[in-house]
C-alpha cells in the first residue's frame, strides 16, 4: 500500500504564509529535512501531515539564504532548525530556542555544508 | 521573585540510558523551564550512504538503532521498494510484520524495566526484562541476531521461518501473554506505581499534537496517531485498534504500552494464522531513481526515512526523523512545572532513544 504524499515546491518568501495555512488547517508538524542539491544548493523539506497525508513543502536556497524560522507557527520545530544549521550550516532567523550551533555537536563542523564537502574532495 | 537556580541533569545520570542534557531552571523544587542539549554521541550515518551502495545500506540503516533496529532497516528497505515500483512477495510482508511486532515487545519490555527502575522498583524492572528475554530468544532462533537481525533486505527478507517454528512461536506467545499480564498488573494497579506517575509530567491533547508528539507520548494524550494505520507491509490485512489515553500524564503513556504489548502479541498471531506459502525475496535490478518520504510506526512512534536517489547505486540523501527527536519538544513542556523529584520518571516516560536521535 502507497502511502499518500504530495511535494510542494515554493519560494522562501511564501514559506511563513504557507506554513500557517497548513497549521490552520489543522496539520501537524511531521518532519524538517535537508538535502544538498549542487555545489552550493539545498532543498529544505518540511512534511505536514493530516490524517495520514503527507504534504511537503520545499524550498531551494543556497548557503547564504537566511531561511526564516517557523517557530512562532509550531513551537516544536527548534529541534529540527537547529539540526538543520548544526549539520548543513544553514541560517536559520528568529528560532525560538537558538543553540548557536550547539545543539548537535560534531567533530567536523556543518558536515553536510558546501565547505565540508569542498574539505572531503581535497 | 524567587530566585532561580540552574540545575544540569544528563548527560551522565543513573536513569539515563543514554546521554542527553537538560539544564533544568528551578524555583525551589519547581522546574519552570528546561533547555535540552543533545549531540554527544551523534554518528554522521546518513552520511554513509554517499559511500554504501544502496542494497549495503540497509546494514548501516539497521544499526541507527539497537533496540528497533529491524523496523529501521525494514522501513529503509520499503522506502526504496516505493522508490523503485518493487512489489515483495507476501509472505516477506508478513515476516516483515512479525519481527517488527517482536522488535517493538522487545522494546517496550525493555522500557518497562527502565521505568520501573527509575522509581526504584527493582523487582518490576527484573521481571520486564526476564521476559524480554523469551522475546530476544525468538528473535536469535529466527533470525540468528539478538538486537541486530540482518534479515531484511530490499525486495523482501533474507530468512525464512518454517511454518512448524512459526506454530511452535504461536504456542510461546501463550506463555509471554500470561507473563506480561502478571507484570503489567502491577503498573496498572500498584498504589506506588500509581502514585509516583498519575498526574505527573500532564502533556495536553492539544501541545502533544502541535508539538509534534509521537508513537505512546502523543497517544497517551488521546491523540490517535499510529502508521501502522496505513497499511504498509502487510498491516492493511491484519486487525487491531490504536491503543489511546486521555490524561496525558506518565501513568497513561505506561498504560499505552501496556495495551500495545497485547497488541503486538495478536498480530503475530494474526500474522502467524495468515501467512502464505512462497518465496521471501525477489531480484532487485537497477537503481532508485527517485525520492520518498518512507513512515512506520517505530515503538517509540513515527519513524521517517526520506530516501532520494539518482539512478546510481549510490543514494544522494537518506534522512532519518526519528520519534525521539519529535518527543523533546513534547517533553520540554511536560517537565515546565513539575518538581525536580519527578523529573527522571517523566524523561524516561517518552522512552527516549537517543542512538536513534543521534543517528
Known amino acids: 500500500m502507497k502511502q499518500e504524499q504530495t511535494i510542494i515546491p515554493i519560494e522562501v518568501g511564501r514559506l511563513i504564509g504557507s506554513v500557517e495555512q497548513f497549521r490552520n488547517e489543522g496539520y501537524r508538524l511531521a518532519h524538517i529535512g535537508c538535502t544538498k542539491v549542487g555545489d552550493n544548493s539545498f532543498e529544505i523539506n518540511y512534511s505536514f501531515d493530516k490524517d495520514y497525508v503527507l504534504q511537503n513543502l520545499r524550498i531551494t536556497v543556497t548557503a547564504e539564504t537566511e531561511v526564516p524560522s517557523i517557530t512562532g507557527m509550531y513551537w516544536g520545530a527548534f529541534a529540527y532548525e537547529n539540526e538543520m544549521h548544526d549539520l548543513f550550516g544553514i541560517q536559520v532567523k528568529g528560532i525560538n530556542i537558538d543553540f548557536k550551533g550547539t545543539f548537535i555537536r560534531t567533530a567536523i563542523k556543518f558536515p553536510f555544508s558546501v565547505s565540508a564537502a569542498k574539505e572531503e574532495k581535497k | ?359
Not at chain 2, 64 to 86: D, L, N
Not at chain 2, 102 to 131: C, T
Not at chain 2, 281 to 304: C, H, W, Y
Not at chain 2, 330 to 346: E, S
Request: with cysteine; aromatic share 8%.
Open chain 2, 1 to 359: 521573585m524567587t530566585k532561580q537556580i540552574i540545575v544540569p541533569f544528563g548527560p551522565q545520570h543513573p536513569v539515563l540510558p543514554e546521554p542527553i542534557h537538560l539544564d533544568l531552571v528551578l524555583e525551589d523544587e519547581k522546574v519552570v523551564d528546561v533547555i535540552p542539549t543533545i549531540g554527544y554521541i551523534h554518528r554522521g550515518f546518513e552520511k554513509l550512504v554517499e559511500k554504501r551502495e544502496f542494497t549495503e545500506y540497509v546494514f548501516i540503516a539497521e544499526r541507527t538503532c539497537g533496540i528497533c533496529s529491524f523496523i529501521h532497516g525494514a522501513t529503509y528497505c520499503q522506502g526504496i521498494e516505493q522508490i523503485m515500483g518493487i512489489q515483495v512477495p507476501e509472505r516477506a510482508e508478513y515476516l516483515r510484520v512479525i519481527w517488527s511486532e517482536y522488535s517493538r515487545l522487545h522494546s517496550h519490555l525493555l522500557w518497562f524495566g527502565l521505568y520501573a527502575d527509575s522509581f526504584g522498583f527493582e523487582n518490576l524492572f527484573m521481571n520486564a526484562w526476564r521476559i524480554r528475554e523469551r522475546v530476544l530468544d525468538v528473535m536469535e532462533q529466527t533470525t540468528g541476531g539478538r538486537v541486530i537481525q540482518g534479515s531484511c533486505k530490499v525486495g523482501g527478507v533474507r530468512k525464512d521461518i518454517s511454518n512448524e517454528k512459526l506454530d511452535e512461536m504461536a504456542k510461546d506467545l501463550d506463555t509471554i501473554d500470561r507473563e506480561m499480564k502478571e507484570m503489567t498488573t502491577v503498573f496498572l494497579n500498584d498504589d506506588t506505581v500509581r502514585h509516583r506517575t498519575r498526574n505527573v509530567g500532564v502533556l495536553s491533547r492539544e501541545d502533544a499534537y502541535h508539538l509534534g508528539a509521537a508513537g505512546p507520548t502523543a497517544r497517551g494524550s488521546g491523540v490517535a496517531i499510529d502508521l501502522r494505520m496505513t497499511g504498509y507491509g502487510a498491516y492493511d490485512r491484519l486487525n487491531f485498534h490504536v491503543a489511546t489515553e486521555s490524561c496525558g500524564d506518565c501513568y497513561s503513556r505506561h498504560s499505552v504500552r501496556a495495551q500495545e504489548l497485547f497488541t503486538s502479541t495478536d498480530l503475530i498471531r494474526q500474522a502467524i494464522r495468515k501467512i502464505p506459502d512462497g518465496p521471501v525475496d525477489i531480484k532487485v535490478t537497477g537503481a532508485p531513481n527517485g525520492e520518498f518520504f518512507m513512515r512506520s510506526e517505530q515503538p517509540r512512534g513515527e519513524l521517517v526515512h526520506y530516501l532520494k536517489g539518482n539512478g546510481t547505486k549510490f543514494l544522494v540523501r537518506s534522512r532519518i526523523r526519528t520519534p525521539t527527536l519529535t518527543n523533546i519538544p513534547p517533553l520540554v513542556k511536560m517537565l515546565q512545572g513539575c518538581d525536580l523529584a519527578d523529573v527522571p520518571v517523566i524523561v524516561l516516560s517518552i522512552d527516549p532513544c537517543i542512538s536513534c536521535t543521534e543517528r
